[in-house]
């Protein structure tokens, strides 16, 4: 086909229209960029420095028990005539004019009399065969059983005045007469208990141990006693008294005991402590915030754990860390490795950072983090 003048000058002007519609889309696009980085990331750290020693401790419930508890029981038969002592009050071993119950004595009396009657007549009669063994008017056959027969009387008679003794009860220990479950007028047999003693003037502190840590503990080990007496917190420094041999054969815990001075009544049979139990002194320690390392799953089941340092103003990705759960502090733990002295650890705004992350350090004290300033 052939192009007339009419058609080229509209072709021409086709052309002119199309160039300058290209350059004003050109004109209107904007310069591409290449791709910036994410903005800094705030972030807190701490810096890794080894504390030269420290104790691993752990904190374990215990119960106050007394020193001893004594059930005194009757020795002779008898009926109660007299209660000397009251429930709560304080009584002395060995005081001989303060017992706590006398029974009656009639029997007992007559049969000490007849004993001691008994045992006079023999001892004349032996005294006498002595001096017709002298003149050789006895026989040292009569000499020998008048012997014999004096000293089973005197053994009688022994017997009896310890029978007669009995019928006053006195208490073997010092304490306080906690129980008496008989009266005035009741008939006793031996074996029957009568009082119930309590010494609580020294205190046993028990606890029972988990087998994994019995065998950081041996007697005499310092230990510290955490308490409450009238709404106020105390602490008392003692030593463990008693480790068993046995272990408890469900529990699989050991008991031990730490046992205390309580004259100035602070702890009550009963009472729920804590017992402060020292493992090991480690040296060298180190102690991270458990929060600040990022647990990663692995098909053992097994967690192995990553954290984030800063270097050069950047978050450096630290894999194989090693913690011990077993020394735990509040929120801390203790650091096995993974980590070097003087690494600046990032303990708050890690969640947010990847590795090469540029971050800003900021002091938690300061003033809070929004989640603006962590880049969010």
Avoid at 31 to 44: A, D, Q, Y
């Amino acid at each position: 086909m052939k192009l007339t003048p009419r058609h080229r000058n509209f072709f021409a002007l086709l052309t002119l229209a199309m160039s300058i519609a290209l350059v004003a889309i050109g004109g209107c696009k904007e310069k591409e960029t290449p791709t910036s980085k994410r903005p800094p990331v705030n972030v807190s750290v701490m810096t890794i420095v080894p504390i030269a020693s420290k104790t691993d401790s752990f904190d374990l419930h215990a119960k106050v028990e007394p020193n001893r508890v004594v059930h005194l029981a009757a020795e002779v038969a008898g009926r109660i005539e007299e209660i000397c002592r009251e429930e709560g009050q304080r009584v002395k071993a060995g005081d001989d004019s303060k017992p706590i119950i006398k029974l009656n004595t009639d029997l007992l009396s007559a049969k000490f009399r007849q004993a001691k009657a008994q045992s006079d007549i023999d001892q004349i009669e032996y005294a006498r065969l002595e001096k017709y063994r002298a003149s050789r008017t006895a026989t040292q056959n009569e000499l020998d059983q008048s012997r014999e027969k004096a000293n089973a009387s005197k053994a009688a008679l022994e017997e009896a005045r310890a029978m007669l003794d009995r019928t006053q009860i006195h208490p073997p220990i010092d304490g306080i007469l906690n129980h008496r479950p008989v009266e005035k007028g009741d008939y006793v047999q031996p074996g029957t208990v009568v009082a119930e003693i309590v010494d609580t003037d020294t205190v046993k502190i028990a606890a029972n141990v988990p087998e994994n840590d019995i065998h950081f503990l041996k007697l005499g080990d310092k230990t510290t006693i955490i308490y409450t007496y009238r709404r106020q917190r105390r602490t008392r420094d003692a030593e463990i008294t008693f480790i068993s041999k046995l272990s408890h054969p469900q529990a699989l815990t050991t008991r031990i005991e730490v046992k205390v001075d309580n004259s100035s009544g602070e702890f009550f049979s009963g009472q729920i402590v804590s017992l402060r139990l020292n493992r090991r002194e480690l040296k060298n320690v180190i102690m991270i915030p458990m929060d600040s390392v990022i647990p990663i799953p692995q098909a053992s089941g097994q967690s192995k754990y990553a954290a984030y340092v800063v270097e050069g103003g950047e978050a450096r990705r630290r894999t194989g860390i090693q913690i011990d759960l077993a020394f735990i502090e509040g929120k801390n733990v203790r650091l096995v490795s993974g980590l070097k002295t003087g690494e600046k650890l990032i303990v708050a705004g890690h969640r947010y950072v990847g590795p090469g992350q540029a971050v800003r350090i900021i002091d938690p004290t300061t003033r809070p983090t929004t989640h603006s300033e962590k880049g969010i």
